[in-house]
């Protein structure tokens, strides 16, 4: 009953959702009210997400500076203690970063903000983009990967999760970054497949390649 109820609020939601994008109030006022509403309550479960992602961040940038980009309540990253130097999560929703801040993770800073607009000084070993980029205008996905790039220390990297999107993959595949690995869940859903996508930017592979020769 309560599948059927979130389904048609989505379906309903879907259009009124793509004209906010552009409006960056309304597109905070919406996701305020999906996180009211209880839409992503199911994500705080660590098994919805999370924990692919944090074996690809172990394997490719341990003990790092963590950048998550949309992160929603982050709740269902289960980040171990000790094992990276810090984690700055950011989200355009104000009510799912006041969840985030709740969960009390050590180490950890947030900031509520729009990432296709986000600009830092600070320099990161991960940076996340978990579930995130549909929701963004879609001519803006190449231009957003290519500035976070810039937001990468040397070595860093860009970890993106997406679910039944094989477009999108191919927009981040050709935002002139070096695709280092890939994980391809296909058990996630019925209907869609999960693919994990390791983001390296080409610019400092080819400085650091320079600097070798
Ligand atoms: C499906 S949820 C995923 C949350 C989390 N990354 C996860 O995987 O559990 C999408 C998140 O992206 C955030 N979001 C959507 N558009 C955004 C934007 N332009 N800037 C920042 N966050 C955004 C939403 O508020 C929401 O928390």
């Known amino acids: 009953m309560r599948a059927d109820y979130l389904r048609i609020v989505a379906r309903v939601a879907a259009p009124l959702k793509a ?22 309550d199911y994500l705080d479960d660590a098994r919805a997400s999370g924990s692919e992602v944090l074996a690809l961040v172990d394997k490719h940038s341990p003990h790092g500076r963590i950048l998550d980009l949309g992160c929603g309540t982050s709740e269902n990253l289960r980040l171990v203690p000790g094992t990276y130097a810090h984690y700055h999560g950011v989200d355009v929703s104000t009510e799912a970063i006041a969840r985030a801040r709740r969960v009390g993770r050590p180490s950890a800073t947030f900031e509520a903000a729009d990432i296709v607009t986000y600009a830092t000084s600070e320099r990161y070993d991960a940076i996340l983009l978990r579930e ?50 890939v994980v391809v869940e296909a058990a996630r859903s019925r209907r869609h497949t999960t693919v994990f996508l390791v983001l390296e930017d080409l610019e400092r592979h080819r400085r650091r390649y320079q600097g070798a020769s």
């Open 19 to 40: 004209a906010a994008r552009a409006h960056p109030r309304l597109n905070v006022a919406l996701w305020n009210a999906q996180y009211r509403l209880g839409i992503w």
């Open 132 to 181: 995130v980029l549909y929701y963004l205008p879609r001519e803006c996905v190449a231009d957003l990967l290519v500035r976070l790039a810039s937001m990468l220390a040397p070595g860093g990297r860009i970890f993106v999760q997406l679910t039944g999107q094989p477009d999108l993959r191919v927009t981040v595949e050709t935002a002139g970054l070096e695709v280092v690995d």
